[in-house]
Every structure is written in structure tokens, then in C-alpha cells.
């Protein structure tokens, strides 16, 4: 059976907002995609992106099919490895190297996930996990490829079409890009049959299965094309700190998403992308003033597992549907107080 | 030639044989009804026939070919569809999304799985309607299936059924807690898909079984005790025994 949050999880065509915010979702992530890096570190607003795709690839999973995946960062990682491997040491195409990477990330969830969709429940969970572990100590092992804990240092970043993106700035255009082309494709996935499907799996898979759907089967889909989200993610990481560390394919990294999904709001498309923002802004930025930061972290996730299953996107639509009944009693109050 | 027939099927769970050698032979756009007590194996027998459980020995002719031991999901694309007894529905999904993607999973290719938006298919999405409209339930399509009344979700599991546009249709108890209002609309609903579908019905209210079946067969302790016309089955002296509180095992 689905693990609980995808139960709980609202589809994001559901709650129709009360909102012109809301009904625009486009402008406002266009907006942010324009605004971000002029308030934030041009690294940082990169990062957050490059999470953020990396979160849309889980939510698939997580949000969607109802899978907790705690092993998302073999495909993260991965990726990572192979593409900063052959831009380093072969000088592939930047074209080539993120290509290569999303294949990566890809067959390596296919992999994992043929072994995963095995079980349900717990033992689904601590598959991912340790699947994820194997995959760090190969890593960790491999010192003459990987460099082990120091991490594969001297990634390159190639000019792309002619361009040189190693400026901060022109390297931030080229993730944001990716990252919208990312949401687009995720948009049109969700709203696909094959979206449909996912969601019907979670919410009863032995119904799905009378209905015709191989479980087993859609389950492995939804892997592998969150594999590929992550390792395009993994890839463009790599070139954006110039070297893999470890971290990169650890289980730290792979809570990370799961966090920063759920903060967001698993199920509903934009919630990844927000939880992004959220975690990224917040490991960043109130690190740096502040060495014991995780403890806020830990407070928006008691928060949200309390009170908003759904993250800051379910806070965000209940926020507005309680002004909108404020603002129908309040006239019809006055009314009454005239009488 | 019935359209699916089995043949000593039998499905055991270590000590407990809850179908024994059951064969039985439906006939195409009939009614047969299966009746018998409490654990007497009827919703077991309905699981052999769809794939939930493998039997344990026998066979399952359908359409010509044994479908014995086929996984749930194969067993859907040949055409049979099934209601359950315990409501089965996809509680989030709104209504019209529970019914679509039974006519979704039924179409012959798959193409635009994943790219194709999911409201572009305009002939399953009316088809899905016509069929909520079947079933009483049009105006609702938009609400999530969490939101209706049990007995709406009992129409609704039937709607998803439907509209597999099934071969054969295997209802377990589609009254099943309804109240006596909701069950005679049920009864008229079944009524109305007489002829139309090769139906095979579990009931557990006997007048209605008898005044809809082509067919009934009686299931006691795992086993047929009884095969006939209603009337045949309201002669039957042993179908009296395992009604009426006998212990008559066969």
C-alpha cells in the first residue's frame, strides 16, 4: 500500500484558487525566474532551480504515485559522476554531458526501481535506502575515479552554442531555462493519462489493477522518469560548483529532497519548486548568520506534518479560502448591525 | 457455447478450501446469479475469476482460452470487469476521473500516455459522463469521490465498472449496506443492464435474485450445491437445508 503522504496529498488541479496569484502560477515563477538573482546570490538562485528540478523528479513519485523514495540521490549523484567524469576528462559537449547525464539517471532508476517496485509500504522505503547507501560506498570506494570523500573536483563548464556561461549570472539564464523547459515537461506529464494513472495507484492499487493497470509496471515508469529530472539536476549541480562531492549520492541528500518536497507540498506540481526555494534560501542564507539552522528546518516540518499536510501550497490555498469567507461575513455582519 | 465456464476450480487456504471444485458454465448475455451463505467462497470464486488469486488447481475457460493464474490487469483488458463488495474507488480522484480512467485502461493502444493531455480524449471523457449519467451521478462529476454518500459510491462502482465497456460483468453485492430506498434504485439499475452485458450477479437478497436471474447456482461451504432456473432453485431441498440453519455439508 502507498505510504501516508500520498494519501493526504491534494491534486493540484483540485483546489481551484480564490486568487488571480494562484490562477497564474506561470507569471509568478517566470516572475521569480526574473527577480531571484537579483536579491539572491547568483549561486544560490542557481541552486535553488537546480533543486527544484531535482525535486520535481521525486515528486513524481512521492506526490504522485504515492512511492517515499529515500534514494533519490543514486540518480542525482549518479549522474553527476558520469557527466562531470566525461566533462572533465573527455571535454564532451556541455549538450552531450547533460544528455548523458539524464540518461544516466534514467537507467540508473530503472535499475533501482525494477528492485524497489518489488515491495510496498516500509519495505519499499528502506529498498530505495539501501540501494542509495550501496551506490555512496561504491563511490566512497572508488577513490581513482570519484576521489572518494574529496569528491571529483575540476568540473569544467563549456561554453554552450558559443556562449560562455562560466559568469555567474549567464550560467543562472541557462539553469533557469532548463528548470522552466523541466516544469513545462513535468506540467504536461501530470496532466497526462499517464498522470491520471499514477495517482489512481496511489489513492487503490488493487482497483487500479482490476482496471487494467500493471502497477508494478507504471510504478517503474514514474522511476525512471524521476531519475531522469534528477540526473539532468545532478549534471547541472556538477558544472554549477565546478566538482561532485560525496555528499552528492549520500542519504543527507536524498532527505533533503524528500524535506524540501514536503515543506512545498507533495502532489501538486509547483510545491516542489517552492520547498526549493524554502530549503535552499533557508541552508544558504540563515546558515551563514546562524550555525544552528537545521533546528528551523526542523520547526517548518513539524509544522507542516501537524497542521498542513499539503506544505506551504496547502497553507497558501487555505489561507485564501479563509479570506474569502471573512470577506463574505463581514458585510452581511455589518448588515445585521444596523438592524 | 457459455462464454466463460470453469472446471473443478478450486482455491485452498492451507486447511480451509474455500471454493471446492467449483464448475460452472455462464452463458453469453445472461444473468446468473450466485447465492449461498456467508463464507460459502462466493467473493473468493469472484477473485479466482479475475486474477486476484491464483486457484490452486482447476481451470478457467473464457472466451475459449484458460485464463487460470493470469495477473489482475491482464485479466481487465480481455473484458472482464468487476464491482467489489467493500466500495473500491479512488477517493482524491473526482468522479468523472474514476470513471475515465476505467475507459482509458480499456482502449486497445496506449498511445499518448504521457504526453497527451488527459482532457484531449473527448470520446472517453463523454463516454465517461454517459456512463456517470447511467448511474445517476452526472450532475456530481466534478466532486471528488471522497465527498459523495455511501450509497452514491456504490452507484459509482458500478459506473466504473461500465465503462470498461466489459464482456463479462461480475457484481458482488451492489446493495451491499445499501438502505431499502437506495436498493430498490439499485435493483432497477442492475435491471436495466439485463441483456445489455453477460452479468454475473452475488446477491444475498433472495427475492431480488429470483425475480432477475436467468440462472442461479448455490454455493455452500466452497462448493455448487444446487444449478437451476429460479424456479428449480425454490424446489431444491437442499438449497432449504443450507438456508435454513442445516449443517448439511455435501
Known amino acids: 500500500m502507498s505510504p501516508a503522504w500520498g494519501e493526504e496529498a491534494q491534486p493540484s488541479n483540485q483546489s481551484q484558487s480564490h486568487s488571480t ?7 509568478v515563477i517566470l516572475g521569480a525566474v526574473v527577480l531571484l538573482p537579483v536579491f539572491v546570490r547568483h549561486a544560490i538562485a542557481t541552486e535553488i532551480w537546480i533543486f527544484a528540478i531535482f525535486g520535481l523528479g521525486l515528486n513524481l513519485l512521492m506526490g504522485y504515485t504515492g512511492l517515499l523514495s529515500f534514494g533519490q540521490a543514486t540518480f542525482f549523484g549518479s549522474a553527476a559522476y558520469v557527466a562531470g567524469y566525461l566533462l572533465k576528462h573527455h571535454g564532451v559537449n556541455v549538450f ?63 561554453p554552450m552554442l558559443g556562449l560562455d556561461v562560466r559568469a555567474p549570472l549567464a550560467y543562472y539564464t541557462v539553469v533557469a531555462a532548463l528548470f522552466v523547459l523541466s516544469l513545462w515537461v513535468m506540467k504536461r506529464v501530470v496532466e497526462s493519462p499517464l498522470g491520471k494513472i499514477l495517482q489512481c495507484i496511489r489513492e487503490n492499487e488493487p482497483r487500479a489493477a482490476a482496471l487494467g493497470y500493471d502497477a508494478a509496471r507504471m510504478k517503474l515508469v514514474a522511476f525512471v522518469v524521476g531519475g531522469a529530472f534528477s540526473g539532468l539536476a545532478g549534471v547541472l549541480y556538477a558544472m554549477l560548483f565546478g566538482i561532485v562531492p560525496l555528499e552528492a549520492i549520500g542519504f543527507v541528500f536524498s532527505g533533503n529532497v524528500v524535506f524540501a518536497t514536503l515543506i512545498g507540498g507533495s ?19 540563515v546558515s551563514a548568520m546562524w550555525a544552528r539552522w537545521p533546528l528551523l528546518l526542523g520547526l517548518a516540518f513539524v509544522i507542516v506534518v ?14 485564501w479560502a479563509w479570506r474569502a469567507t471573512r470577506g463574505r461575513r463581514a458585510p452581511s455582519a455589518g448588515a445585521d448591525a444596523t438592524h | ?64 482460452r484458460d485464463i487460470a493464474g493470469m495477473p489482475t490487469h491482464a485479466v481487465a483488458h480481455l473484458g472482464i470487469a468487476r464491482s467489489f463488495q467493500r466500495t473500491s474507488v479512488f477517493p482524491a480522484l473526482s468522479l468523472l476521473d474514476n470513471v475515465w480512467l476505467s475507459a482509458f485502461a480499456r482502449r486497445p493502444s496506449w498511445r499518448g500516455l504521457a504526453w497527451r493531455r488527459a482532457d484531449r480524449y473527448s ?13 445517476g451521478l452526472r450532475e456530481k462529476a466534478g466532486q471528488p469521490a471522497r465527498e459523495i454518500s455511501h450509497g452514491e459510491q456504490r452507484q459509482l462502482e458500478l459506473a466504473i465498472a461500465l465503462a470498461a465497456s466489459p464482456r463479462l460483468l461480475l457484481l458482488d453485492e451492489p446493495a451491499a449496506g445499501l438502505s431499502p430506498d437506495e436498493t430498490q434504485k ?3 439499475l442492475v435491471k436495466t443492464l439485463k441483456g445489455r452485458y453477460t452479468i454475473v450477479l452475488i446477491e444475498h437478497k433472495i427475492d431480488v435474485v429470483m425475480t432477475m436471474s436467468d440462472r442461479i447456482s448455490v454455493m455452500h461451504f466452497g462448493s455448487v450445491i444446487a444449478e437451476g432456473t429460479p424456479a428449480e432453485i425454490q424446489r431444491n431441498a437442499e438449497v432449504r437445508r443450507a438456508y435454513l440453519g442445516g449443517i448439511a455439508a455435501p
Request: charge should be neutral.
Open chain 1, 96 to 158: 552531450v554531458a547533460l544528455l548523458i547525464g539524464i540518461v544516466v539517471g534514467a537507467v540508473s532508476a530503472a535499475v533501482v526501481g525494477y528492485l524497489c517496485v518489488q515491495r510496498s509500504g516500509l519495505y519499499f522505503i528502506m529498498l530505495t535506502f539501501a540501494l542509495n547507501q550501496m551506490f555512496y560506498f561504491t563511490a566512497y570506494q572508488w577513490t581513482s575515479v570519484t576521489g572518494g570523500e574529496d569528491g571529483m573536483p575540476g568540473i569544467p563548464r563549456p
Open chain 1, 306 to 319: 501537524l497542521f498542513f499536510r499539503g506544505g506551504v501550497v496547502e497553507a497558501w490555498a487555505r489561507f
Open chain 1, 21 to 27: 496569484v494562484l490562477n497564474r502560477p506561470w507569471l
Open chain 2, 186 to 188: 439499485m435493483v432497477a
Open chain 2, 1 to 64: 457455447m457459455p462464454l466463460i465456464r470453469t472446471e473443478r476450480l478450486t482455491k485452498s487456504f492451507g486447511a480451509l478450501t474455500a471454493v471446492n471444485e467449483v464448475t460452472l458454465e455462464i452463458e453469453g448475455g445472461s444473468l446468473h446469479s450466485v447465492i449461498g451463505p456467508n463464507g460459502a467462497g462466493k467473493t473468493t470464486f469472484f477473485n479466482l475469476l479475475t486474477g486476484q488469486f491464483a486457484p490452486t488447481s482447476g481451470r478457467i475457460i473464457f472466451d475459449g
Open chain 1, 267 to 285: 502532489g501538486s506540481l509547483y510545491g516542489p519548486v517552492i520547498g526549493s526555494f524554502v530549503f535552499i534560501w533557508l541552508s544558504e542564507s
Open chain 2, 123 to 135: 470520446e472517453l471523457t463523454a463516454r465517461a459522463l454517459r456512463v456517470l449519467g447511467e448511474v
